[in-house]
């Protein structure tokens, strides 16, 4: 047979894409829809075994994997060293830098990003100027005492009311759990109590900064991002974390157990000034995978055009040296709205790996549009 230039010649071998998820994620991820879509589209999938050596489970040219562990990703460097001609995605050792909120969020410290709308793009109401950097914040240890802990805070330009995180973002347990602190008995009670609470130092600490409780998070996929928006956290006039979003609530300071809430988490002590947040921007069940838009109706934030969800994507990829991860933006309200306003501030908050795509619209389209784009750089690049 003759190639596309009319030269003879065997015909050539159909590259392999090896995918290796942890049990539970491929359960969502490596659907029959995906299947099939990506055979239908001339992509050939192999799905790995965990547990099983690589070099066991036969030939393939690209490697895409979420496992989190020492040995598997002493594994995957020495076969990548044995197999140079493999193309992974992503590195392990670039991987790492997003199993920890402190590393993660140094990307951009002491740098501000501005971007401007490309030429052939509409700026958006209010002009074309947004930044985009990261909130104050400031890891706390473990061991550390409470003034030890507030001065660390001051250092840092922090102030009452507060945001903590776990410093781990590696999919642990807990890790995707969240305190407000409004007092210094509330953060006296992580101190003490974290570990029994669900929030155990480390712990990252960044100020509360109203954003009319609205989440953008963009999802990366090689050169494609897709944007939607979830429910956050949000403060009543009282300062109190509202159900805004559908993540489930605890306030450490109530004093009997209630429906959808943990008194003071089995503990003698209330502990004021503290509640507890458990993925408050998370889907409020399967029946929402697809929907786009679940902020509050009335969050009063201007949505960006997506021009700066494009140019924020490749600059993160370009910085994270990774092909497929989301990340979370919020605006503060109290900003850009204005009349007149030329430019509008972009927080960026977290940043995960290969997340639950599967949640998305047309999910199987993305997903198959992104193996047929690495395996074309591949080709172009052989």
């Not at 030269?7 to 969502?28: E, F, H, S, Y």
């Not at 001065?151 to 407000?180: F, I």
């Not at 021009?307 to 993160?316: F, G, I, M, P």
Request: hydrophobic content about 40%; some cysteine.
């Amino acid at each position: 047979m003759a190639d596309a230039e009319g030269n003879a010649g065997c015909k050539p071998r159909t590259p392999v894409l090896g995918i290796l998820l942890p049990q539970k994620k491929a359960c969502k991820h490596l659907t029959p829809a995906l299947l099939h879509r990506a055979a239908d589209e001339g992509v050939t999938l192999r799905v790995l075994e965990e547990g099983v050596p690589l070099a066991a489970q036969g030939h393939f040219d690209v490697l895409l994997h979420k496992i989190r562990s020492p040995e598997w990703e002493e594994e995957v460097c020495a076969y990548l060293d044995s197999h140079p001609e493999v193309t992974i995605i992503d590195h392990p050792k670039a991987v790492q830098a997003l199993g920890n909120r402190a590393t993660m969020l140094k990307l951009l410290d002491d740098d501000t990003w501005v971007l401007k709308a490309p030429a052939q793009a509409s700026p958006g109401k209010g002009g074309a100027g947004f930044t985009c950097t990261t909130p104050a914040h400031q890891l706390l240890a473990p061991g550390c005492s409470l003034a030890g802990a507030e001065d660390a805070l001051a250092a840092a330009s922090l102030r009452y009311p507060l945001v903590l995180k776990p410093c781990w973002a590696d999919g642990r347990e807990g890790a995707h759990a969240l305190a407000l602190v409004t007092s210094s008995a509330g953060l006296q009670g992580i101190i003490e109590r974290g570990a029994q609470l669900g929030l155990a130092l480390p712990a990252l600490a960044q100020p509360y900064i109203e954003h009319g409780g609205c989440l953008f998070k963009v999802y990366v996929l090689g050169g494609q991002c897709r944007m939607v928006t979830r429910a956050s956290l949000s403060l009543d006039q009282d300062g109190v974390a509202s159900d805004a979003g559908p993540g489930h609530h605890r306030s450490a300071d109530d004093g009997a157990e209630q429906p959808g809430r943990a008194g003071d988490c089995g503990t003698a002590r209330p502990c004021p000034g503290l509640q507890l947040i458990s993925r408050v921007s998370a889907y409020p069940s399967s029946e929402c995978w697809g929907q786009e838009d679940l902020a509050p109706a009335d969050h009063g934030v201007r949505i960006p055009p997506p021009w700066v969800w494009d140019a924020l994507a490749q600059r993160l990829r370009e910085r994270l040296g990774l092909h497929l991860f989301n990340f979370d933006v919020i605006l503060p309200r109290e900003q850009g709205n204005e009349p007149g306003s030329t430019s509008t501030l972009l927080h960026l908050i977290d940043i995960n790996y290969f997340p639950g795509y599967e949640k998305l619209a047309g999910y199987e389209e993305l997903m198959v549009h992104f193996f047929k784009e690495v395996l074309q750089q591949r080709a172009c690049s052989n």
